[in-house]
Structure formats: structure tokens, C-alpha cells
């Protein structure tokens, strides 16, 4: 998918500052993300607090599943932990035949849809994307894990296959029901890209078939982010995937900014290594925006935001920090390599005259 990148970045962001980079983090609200109207006003406040450029909505991880049946403890998100799948009805292989498809308007799905539409009602002016995960990250979460090993083993590959369409089949109704209710594109969330969990031949076949199906239900995002997990990842045999843009543990694994960049011609989302917001390194973090900002310079458009979620209870001060070096220290740069361009004096050059002159100008 060939990305002009200036001119989404100039589509989806014409209503912000267009004379200064981009910024954006964001973060989990784990005392208001079971409630719709609660989740809505926390990502509001945050976004006026900070003055994000754009607004990732932020469920609790376990959203996608908590419609199908499943036993979830959300016990330890409020001493700061996450929360986890104490029971599931599919241990096995042949527990996948039992995978229902779900209406997306009700339940969970619902909730998340209904405070969708309340930060797109109070922020009327700024880009909102809604985070929806990739099948097979849905599919470990329903199985905690087991539909790796599933695929490993070879057995009924039928109904795995059939379970992954189900789910791709919700995710792709439910990423244009999140348009339709006023999101500017998905977030989708990928955290089983790596080579450790699945050959590059399962790979192809039970994972880039389903986040293609999945990824079509967003067709009309203006800008939808492909967020690929974890430190190890799979990154060359998703740069076809029809999104906008690109987001990873960049300063955690492989490859760069630039790297990324330059083979993947998306825009790029990242640039801020996440571990040094929690350890409130503005030094470090200063030195990565402007490393990224000199290396990629000329060659595509850079949002700058950390490479992940940043945890709940960060320090505000840092966030500000970070928000002036990309709004103010970055075009004040700019602005001294301009002046420093030095303009070379014109100089007339005395030649020959009469009829030879005109033929050697032309």
C-alpha cells in the first residue's frame, strides 16, 4: 500500500498546528475502563490536559473478549497489575467449533462503542483512533495462549481456521462500526507477530490471511496505525498490510525509525522509547526525538509518541517535558538550520558577445 504521507498527515491532522511535529502518547485508565462514560471523560481530560495531536482510545486489554463466555480477574488492575483469564471454554482444539459469531452492538463491544462516540462528541476537532486487536492476538487471549501450540501440533486445522474467520469476520464489522461512529482509524493492536511463537509458513497461513480480512473493515480510515508488540517481532512480512502507519517498541528491537522508514514508506508513529517515560528520562528522551528528527528528515512523516502504552500513575511533568521538546525545541531547530543556510552571491559571468553569445546560452 503506497502512503503519501505528508498528504494524510495534512488530511487527518488540518484542524491542529500545522507548523510543528506531532505528539500524542497514551495510557490506560484502570479505574474507569469497565464504565463507558467514565473511560470517555479520562481519555477527554487527558487529551486537554496535554493537547494530544491525536487520541488513541484506551479499553482495558481484555475487551475484544469479554463477550465470549470467558471468566475474567480484573483484581489486580487497581493495585497496578493486569488483568487475566481465570477460566475459558477453549482449552483444545475442538473447543474452537464451539466459537460464536458476536453481535458487535452489544456486551463489551457496545460499551466501547458508546464511549467512542462520546470523545468523538467533545473533541470534535481532533483525530480520534480506536484500538481494536488482530484475530490471533484475540484468539490467545480466548485460549491464553494455547492456539500457537493449536497450530503447531497440526491437529483439525479446519477448525482453526474456521474460529480465526469468525473472529476476523467481528473485527472487520466492528472497525467500520468504529468509523461509522466517528473514529478517524483503528489502532490495531498485534501482539503475535513474533518469530518465536509461529513458523513463517503458519505465519502465512493462519495469521496476515485473518489481519487482511480483519483490516478491510477500516477501509475508510483516514489513518489506521499498525502497532506490532512486543521485542520481538515479525516487521518485513507486514509492510503490505493496508495501513497509513507504523508503531513499535523502536529503541527496544529491530529495525530503527529510519530502518522502518525507509522499507516500509509509511508514515511512522514512535520514536520515543517508552521505558524511558516510566524512568522520567527527559536527557534520554530528548536525545531520541532529535536523533529520529535529524535521521528522518527529507524522507517521510514521524508522529512522535512513545512505542507503547504508557502505564497508568506516569509522572504529568514528564509528558509536559516531552511536549516541549517536539512543539518548541524541535522548530526551533529547524528554524536555525534555515538560517544557517548560507545563500551563495550570484555572480555574473562576462563571456563572449555578438551572434557566438546567443548560441552558447541556448
Same mark, same amino acid.
Given at each position: ?81 493486569? @488483568? ?5 471454554? #477453549? ?7 464451539? !466459537?460464536? *459469531?458476536? /453481535?458487535? %452492538? $452489544? ?73 461509522? @461512529? ?5 489502532? #490495531? ?7 518465536? !511463537?509461529? *513458523?513463517? /509458513?503458519? %505465519? $502465512? ?73 516510566? @524512568? ?83
Amino acid at each position: 500500500m503506497s502512503i503519501d504521507c505528508g498528504r494524510t498527515i495534512q488530511d487527518v491532522f488540518r484542524s491542529r498546528e500545522s507548523n510543528t511535529p506531532l505528539f500524542s502518547f497514551w495510557t490506560h485508565f484502570p479505574d474507569d475502563d469497565l464504565d463507558p462514560g467514565r473511560l470517555a471523560e479520562a481519555t477527554v481530560r487527558l487529551q486537554k490536559e496535554f493537547n494530544l495531536d491525536f487520541v488513541k482510545t484506551a479499553p482495558n486489554g481484555m475487551y475484544a473478549v469479554e463477550d465470549y463466555g470467558l471468566e475474567i480477574d480484573f483484581s489486580e488492575v487497581f493495585s497496578g497489575g493486569v @488483568a487475566r483469564v481465570a477460566s475459558t471454554p #477453549f482449552e483444545t482444539v475442538e473447543d474452537w467449533a464451539k !466459537l460464536p *459469531s458476536l /453481535d458487535i %452492538f $452489544s456486551g463489551a463491544l457496545e460499551r466501547e462503542l458508546r464511549s467512542l462516540r462520546q470523545v468523538r462528541a467533545s473533541l470534535p476537532d481532533v483525530p480520534v483512533i480506536f484500538t481494536i486487536f488482530s484475530p490471533m492476538t484475540i484468539a490467545a487471549k480466548l485460549s491464553r495462549g494455547r492456539i500457537h501450540q493449536h497450530i503447531v501440533n497440526g491437529r483439525d486445522p479446519t477448525l482453526i481456521h474456521a474460529a480465526l474467520g469468525r473472529i476476523a469476520d467481528t473485527a472487520s464489522r466492528y472497525a467500520a462500526a468504529a468509523i461509522d @461512529a466517528g473514529a478517524d482509524g483503528i489502532f #490495531f493492536a498485534h501482539q503475535d507477530t513474533g518469530p518465536n !511463537l509461529l *513458523s513463517h /509458513d503458519d %505465519f $502465512s497461513a493462519y495469521v496476515a490471511p485473518y489481519d487482511h480480512e480483519a483490516l478491510a473493515g477500516a477501509w475508510r480510515g483516514s489513518l489506521n496505525i499498525l502497532h506490532l508488540h512486543g521485542e520481538s517481532i515479525r516487521f518485513r512480512e507486514l509492510l503490505d498490510y493496508p495501513v497509513q502507519a507504523i508503531n513499535w517498541h523502536s529503541w527496544e528491537t529491530l529495525p530503527t525509525i529510519t530502518a522502518g522508514m525507509l522499507a516500509s514508506r509509511k508514515c511512522i508513529v514512535g520514536g520515543i522509547d517508552r521505558r524511558s517515560v516510566t @524512568a522520567n528520562d527527559i536527557a534520554a528522551i530528548e536525545q531520541q526525538i532529535l536523533s529520529v528528527f535529524e535521521a528522518t528528515q527529507g524522507l517521510s512523516e514521524v508522529i512522535f509518541t512513545p512505542s507503547c502504552t504508557i502505564r497508568a500513575g506516569f509522572r504529568p511533568e514528564t509528558l509536559h517535558a516531552i511536549r516541549a521538546i517536539v512543539k518548541e525545541k524541535l522548530p526551533q531547530r529547524l528554524q536555525s538550520r534555515q538560517s544557517d543556510v548560507v545563500t551563495p552571491p550570484q555572480v555574473t559571468q562576462s563571456g563572449p558577445t555578438g551572434p557566438l553569445a546567443s548560441a552558447a546560452a541556448t
